[in-house]
């Protein structure tokens, strides 16, 4: 019988191995290095706070001294009824932009890449991707302004077809606040993320569109049948993804978005830890909501990747 014991001459080789391929790639390495101590600093150093979620904490005291609470913070959370409405608010806006917002860009993909003129492609790609770098901030502000019920280029448009009344304000209506935000959310980020769709669709072997133009499909049959089987593993990932960031929905663009009127509307797990966490001084309890949001993340995710990989064979891990 064989020894299956790592002998020391076998050791020794297998450490001067990794040392000659670390080396071999010394230049790559160094190229991640500063993604990894960002990583490390911003991402995993911080993770000692979470210890604050089970404390009564208190700044002065620090993490030693505050007080041990154990599970009580969790246990606030779930019978405090505005935990519970932003608990619904968030996957309410979450579900919305996922269901509307993440064809959005598989679709702007296959329409850019049926496009024949290479010049007018390229325009459209370019004035898609603009929205992406403008900040929330004048986004809501400009949102704002064309939907002022008096003065609102747009609103005018909306009344004028008889689709809005003259005294309604759009930006402070209940019943508009998830549809405005589901648009601009696609507006904004629509042809950034279809930059990874179209990335995939340039790895399809053309000869497969030749092929079938010769055996007579259509358009509609090559995108069926090539270009959407082709971003299938893409799509999955992409949608586990998307899947487990249910609970986590744009902090930037539902602040700015909030007023008196939609405040209800607007409170999402995010705005309702910075209220409770930094507006209130609450920092143990603004911790347990964002770590209760970490937890049920992963959950998702991970339901989602084991549900992805029983049916379709596509997986993160």
């Known amino acids: ?17 990794l040392a000659r391929l670390f080396w071999s790639q010394r230049y790559l390495m160094i190229l991640t290095l500063p993604a990894v101590l960002w990583m490390i600093v911003f991402n995993y150093a911080p993770m000692y706070g979470i210890i604050i979620a089970f404390q009564e904490y208190n700044p002065v005291q620090g993490f030693a001294g505050s007080p041990w609470l154990g599970l009580a913070n969790f246990e606030e959370l779930f019978i405090d009824p505005t935990f519970l409405d932003a608990l619904g608010n968030t996957f309410k806006i979450s579900i919305a932009k996922l269901i509307f917002g993440f064809p959005a860009p598989i679709l702007l993909a296959i329409l850019l890449n049926e496009l024949r003129s290479q010049k007018f492609k390229r325009v459209v790609q ?8 403008i900040s929330w901030v004048f986004v809501v502000g400009f949102m704002y302004t064309l939907l002022d019920p008096r003065t609102g280029a747009l609103s005018s448009l909306l009344q004028t077809l008889g689709l809005v009344d003259a005294e309604r304000i759009l930006m402070g209506d209940p019943d508009t606040f998830l549809t405005l935000v589901v648009v601009s959310e696609i507006w904004k980020n629509i042809g950034w993320n279809s930059i990874i769709f179209l990335a995939a669709i340039a790895g399809i072997d053309p000869q497969l569109y030749e ?3 010769v055996d007579g499909a259509g358009r509609f049959k ?34 700015l978005m909030q007023n008196s009127m939609t405040q209800d509307e607007a409170n999402v797990l995010q705005i309702y830890a910075y209220d409770m966490g930094i507006v209130l001084g ?11 949001q970490s937890i049920v993340a992963f959950a998702l995710m991970f339901t989602a990747n084991f549900t992805s990989r029983k049916l379709t064979g596509e997986s993160l891990f």
Request: hydrophobic residues 55%.
């Open 126 to 133: 370019s004035l898609s991707y603009l929205p992406y770098f």
């Open 282 to 292: 609450r920092f143990s309890y603004g911790t347990a909501v964002g770590l209760f």
């Open 222 to 255: 090559r995108i069926w049948h090539i270009t959407l089987p082709a971003l299938k593993p893409t799509i999955v990932i992409l949608f586990i993804l998307a899947v487990g960031g249910l609970v986590n929905t744009n902090f930037d663009q539902l602040f």
């Open 1 to 17: 019988m064989r020894n299956a014991a790592v002998t020391p001459a076998a050791a020794v080789t297998n450490k001067s191995r």
């Open 211 to 213: 092929a079938a133009v």
